[in-house]
């Protein structure tokens, strides 16, 4: 059996992390890092953990405790700087190793990088349209997960100039931080557009498409779930007939039928996807929908997904993908 540490395990996407593994029948839990709860039980963080995990440790310790594999759960600048052990897969949740160029970091992130030399050696990786290699591996955004899932099969079959990305998360994907823009007087009752045309996850877009797209974000009144819609001047017949090919054997991704749309409700607190493809009757343009939970496809999930292949065990193993909820 392979086993595992979580750095950062107190956040939202360690604590996602933490409870996949726990349905892992492939990966034990070795390490819990959190410098906040270092010294203090498991259930310090949840009162239903029991006493049969790890104490919390720091986030350094965690590092170095041999395990097989390292999710990273960490803020951007501290991902960045971290010096990850030899022969270890590391899947890093944060931002700090998805961009290939490191002289975006400044622009898009706000700080310079401080290992912009090994950048190249970490995998940007969404298993169903580019598998990781190696045991670097850059867990994509979840803006960037969803927009990549609906366009990038379809990218040769796009208008570029044309593409608009209109994108809207629930307030978890703010992370567990407090700020004002997730006080409950902000964001209940009320939908904000955030970032307009300065985030973070537009260059991850335009890494892989290989143009920029016109992407704005916004904040939903929900606690979990990201849904974006993709508008584009292309045949939606023929992007509706590339997306079956791309993902006829996934069991994560699913193209619903014609006339259905994805929602929410259906993927909130699951690792899958829902793909939706119309055509808008008024002007001919091909509209492409995804619908996500942040903290699952578009985060946890992923990242144990990418581990999974990594690590060369069946690659749904530890993943929520069934189940009807209400």
Known sequence: MSTAAILGASGYAGQETLDRLLAHAELELLSLGSDSLAGRAASALDVRLNGHLPVFVPNEVALQSGADVVFACLGNEEAAALDVPDDTVVVDLSGAHRLADAGLYAEWYGFEHPHADSLAEWS????ELAPPTGKLIANPGCYATATLLALAPVVDLLEPSSVVVDAKSGVSGAGRGLKESSHAGFVLENVSPYRVGTHQ?????????GFPVCFVPHLLPVR?????????????????ARLEEAYAGSRVVHLLPEGVAPELARVQETDAAELGVFEDRATGKAIVICALDNLGKGAAGQAVQNANLALGLDETAGLRLQGVLV
């Open 124 to 127: 940007y990786a969404v298993p």
């Open 201 to 209: 996850h537009a260059p991850e877009i335009e890494q892989v498409l």
């Open 224 to 240: 979990r779930g990201l849904i974006v819609t993709c508008y584009a001047t292309a045949d939606s017949d023929v992007v509706r």
